[in-house]
């Protein structure tokens, strides 16, 4: 079962304009990432965040933790055409590296 | 990061049939994962597979259904066996970073069952 839930389920912004997704789950984590999805092909890794952290920033992307809440947040600032993808975060847990993805957002960046 | 090639990146079957789906990887890795994407839904893990060890299955997915071999660190296959039209999906392996525990992706097999 997915750990993870996203909310927007959907997300229709215009070009210039900053994107905020949510992710909430639902047991302890030992890091969080986030993914982009392009149609449907397969997943391009964007960010990891670690427990004992709270805030990572890496180009146009910022991501924030509270494990306290069990939720995330990517940050997409100045949204291009080309962010257009479903965006998922995934929860890894314990020892193992397996990864429990969240239900994903998908985004649309229009002209 | 590793590169991944999936083999094949598109396939309509029949019900009934099987069919093998290959992933490689440009370097050598612990772990591979192989995970299944429905129509419009999100990722679901279907096993983990270890080289030289059986392959660990999830809750729901059994050996008979989706048996996996990992002859090597560098490549392993999935079989989707006696196919219907509910197996139709994207299929995607991924393997473990280096250092921090992020994975990276294949580009999918998409797989469609008449």
């Known amino acids: 079962s997915q750990q993870g839930e996203e909310d927007p389920q959907a997300l229709s912004i215009q070009e210039g304009e900053n994107a905020t997704m949510n992710c909430s789950y639902k047991?302890?984590?030992?890091?969080l990432q986030w993914y982009r999805q392009n149609s449907g092909r397969g997943l391009v890794h964007l960010i990891l965040i670690r427990s004992n952290e709270r805030e990572k920033h890496s180009g146009r992307l910022r991501v924030t933790l509270d494990t306290s809440k069990k939720s995330s947040s990517l940050l997409i600032t100045a949204s291009r055409a080309a962010d257009t993808a479903s965006y998922f975060c995934?929860?890894?847990?314990?020892?193992?590296?397996?990864?429990?993805f969240g239900t994903g957002t998908r985004l649309q960046v229009t002209l | 990061s590793a590169v991944i090639s999936q083999k094949p990146s598109r396939d309509i079957c029949q019900r009934g049939t099987s069919l093998t789906i290959q992933c490689q990887v440009d370097?050598?890795?612990?772990?591979m994962f192989w995970y299944r994407q429905q129509p419009g839904q999100s990722l679901t893990l279907i096993a983990t597979a270890n080289q030289g060890s059986e392959a660990t299955y999830e809750s729901g997915f059994v050996i008979d259904k989706f048996p996996i071999s990992r002859p090597n660190l560098t490549f392993s296959t999935l079989t989707v066996s006696n196919m219907s039209p509910e197996d139709s999906s994207i299929y995607l392996c991924?393997?473990?970073?280096?250092?921090?525990?992020?994975?990276?992706f294949g580009p999918g097999t998409r797989l469609t069952v008449l």
């Open positions: 047991t302890s984590i030992n890091n």
């Open positions: 370097s050598q890795v612990t772990m």
């Open positions: 995934a929860t890894a847990t314990g020892t193992a590296s397996k990864l429990t």
């Open positions: 991924s393997v473990d970073g280096t250092y921090h525990n992020e994975q990276f």
